[in-house]
Nanobody
Framework: QVQLVESGGGLVQAGGSLRLSCAAS????????MGWFRQAPGNEREFVAA????????LYADSVKGRFTISRDNAKNTVYLQMNSLKPEDTAVYYC????????????????WGQGTQVTVSS
C-alpha cells in the first residue's frame, strides 16, 4: 500500500516556474514507477511525465517536453515535477500516481493516487 500527498501548487504568471512534490508513505516506494498527471476543468485526466523505479527511464507528454522535469529521491520517498516556462494551458489539478512495475502513460495503469494540487497560470 502506498499513500501519496502532493504539494507545491499555486498561482504563477506565465513564464514562471513551480516545483511540485509528492511524498509517499510505505517502505517499498523505491520499487514503484511514479507518474504525474493533470486534469483541467471539463477535460479528461492526461499524462504529464513518468519515471521508472530506478530513475533511469523517463517519459514526457509532448506538450511539456523541454519545460518540465520529473525526478525522484528514493531516500526521501519523494518524487518531484519541476515546471518551467509555464503557460496558461498548464492550468490544472496535478496528481501524482504510483504503480508497482514499469512506467506507463495511461492513468488506468496506476494503482495509487494522491489528492491533487492546483496549479494556476495567469496570462
Amino acid at each position: 500500500q502506498v499513500q501519496l500527498v502532493e504539494s507545491g501548487g499555486g498561482l504563477v504568471q506565465a513564464g514562471g516556474s513551480l516545483r511540485l512534490s509528492c511524498a509517499a508513505s510505505g517502505r517499498t516506494f523505491s520499487s514503484y514507477a511514479m507518474g504525474w498527471f493533470r486534469q483541467a476543468p471539463g477535460n479528461e485526466r492526461e499524462f504529464v511525465a513518468a519515471m521508472s523505479w530506478s530513475g533511469g527511464s523517463t517519459l514526457y507528454a509532448d506538450s511539456v517536453k523541454g519545460r518540465f522535469t520529473i525526478s525522484r529521491d528514493n531516500a526521501k520517498n519523494t518524487v518531484y515535477l519541476q515546471m518551467n516556462s509555464l503557460k496558461p494551458e498548464d492550468t490544472a489539478v496535478y496528481y501524482c500516481a504510483a504503480r508497482s512495475t514499469s512506467l506507463r502513460t495511461r492513468s488506468s495503469d496506476y494503482n495509487y493516487w494522491g489528492q491533487g494540487t492546483q496549479v494556476t497560470v495567469s496570462s
